[in-house]
């Protein structure tokens, strides 16, 4: 008998009328198949608790806001399974811990160690389709944890990496990975499929198709992932090892980024940089293109604002802050880097547009370009220009 699983995002989850027409997908695809459900939190709840948060404190303890926003999957959860039962299903749902995951202790952003999935295998033995709370786990001391925005792709890859299943369906409001973001660029096209290096860089440069960690668990236990959308019947695009063609396949505008600058009136001794970088890890920030050159300069998101500023004010006093918003733009594409007329046809395009470039940054698979600035016409020139 077949393993399969299947997860819902927010959006698909959004109110009782969508919940319905989920459960009646979950009975279509029920059949023969032993079946793992992995939700998120109904619609805006994630981001509705986060700011009722946000209202009583400027920067939250981030372990109890695990705690809290982990309630949101048990909702999803509990009305699937309420529903399947009635509908003459047999289903229970799953806390991730009760579920066995097991993360380390970064609370926010915690990874995933291990799935002990005893509970799990003894559930679908009994023919029960079991649902899986998404996002989050617990530590080795018993604390929730999460996994961060988008963490339940993550739950789902790795549960269907852990049972050896043989397909995972991510299902969105969006029936596939496309060229661009379908919301901004009219012509973007759906992929029919992606590799996993190229799904991962589209992931990293901030797209909300997939969760980015997500993707390396599939590549490293070689996992069966579809990305699909939840009220469509379409193939949706399979993200697998295989590379179709070299080129460009998508474009990604990310403009949740703030460059922070650091100043002090007297000279930035060698060690600081070291000291402020390290600092910031121990408190779980990840930045991105830390550079130290007569000032410090770094990338955040916008979510951490609040929290690098409490850092810098309690530790680091004598630094002046300066904030700026910027945008990336990635052009992703196994190989692009080695073809200079795709570069040429970028800085072409972005030179007409006046764009004052902070940075381009390549890999194999990237061009990423940090700008002051940018509007969707610039992003629609580039895709006209480079996909095919």
């Known amino acids: 008998m077949q393993t399969v ?10 109110d009782n ?34 700011k009722e948060a946000l209202d009583l404190v400027k920067v939250p303890n981030d372990r109890e806001m695990d705690t809290l926003l982990s309630v949101g999957e048990q909702i999803s959860a509990s009305k699937l399974s309420i529903l399947l039962n009635d509908y003459g299903y047999k289903a229970i749902s799953l806390t991730g811990w009760q579920a066995g995951i097991v993360t380390n202790e970064m609370y926010q952003n915690a990874k995933i160690k291990q799935i002990n999935i005893g509970r799990i295998k ?25 996994l961060g925005r988008g963490g339940s792709d993550t739950t789902a890859v790795s549960i269907a990496a852990a049972l050896n299943a043989d397909k995972c369906y991510i299902f969105s409001d969006v029936d596939g990975v496309y060229t661009a973001d379908p919301k901004l660029i009219k012509n973007a096209k759906k992929l029919s499929k ?8 589209i992931a990293d440069s901030g797209a909300k198709v997939l969760h980015n960690r997500c993707i390396k668990i599939g590549n490293e236990f070689d996992c069966n992932i579809i990305a699909a959308g939840t009220f469509t019947n379409d193939k949706g695009t399979k993200i697998c090892r295989e590379i179709e063609k070299p080129g460009v ?22 060690q600081e940089p070291y000291k402020i970088y390290n600092t910031l890890l121990k408190h779980n920030i990840i930045v991105d293109k830390f550079k130290c050159n007569g000032k410090i300069t770094f990338n955040i998101e916008n979510s951490q604002i609040n929290k690098v500023e409490k850092i810098m004010n309690e530790y680091f006093k004598d630094y002046k802050i300066t904030k700026i918003k910027v945008t990336k733009i990635a052009i992703i594409g196994y190989g692009i880097t080695g073809d200079n007329k795709i570069l040429i046809e970028v800085m072409k395009i972005l ?26 016409i610039v992003i629609n020139k580039l895709h006209e220009a480079l996909i095919k």
Request: charged share 30%; aromatic share 4%.
């Open 5 to 14: 699983v299947l997860k819902f995002g927010g959006s698909s989850l959004a």
């Open 17 to 50: 009328e969508k919940i319905k027409q989920v459960v009646n997908k979950i009975i279509e695809y029920k059949k023969d198949k032993k079946l793992v459900v992995v939700v998120s939190a109904q619609g805006n709840t994630t981001t509705n608790l986060t």
């Open 122 to 146: 003894k559930e679908l033995n009994e023919n029960k389709i079991v649902i899986v709370t998404g996002f989050q786990g617990v530590d080795e001391n018993g604390n929730i944890t999460t």
């Open 194 to 201: 992606i590799s996993y290096e190229e799904m991962n860089e």
């Open 249 to 270: 396949k998508g474009i990604v505008k990310n403009s949740n980024v703030v460059l922070f600058e650091l100043k002090k009136d007297k000279t930035i001794e060698k």
């Open 351 to 376: 030179n007409e547009h006046r764009l004052e470039i902070s940075s381009i940054d390549l890999t194999k698979s990237k061009i990423e370009i940090t700008v002051k600035k940018i509007d969707n």
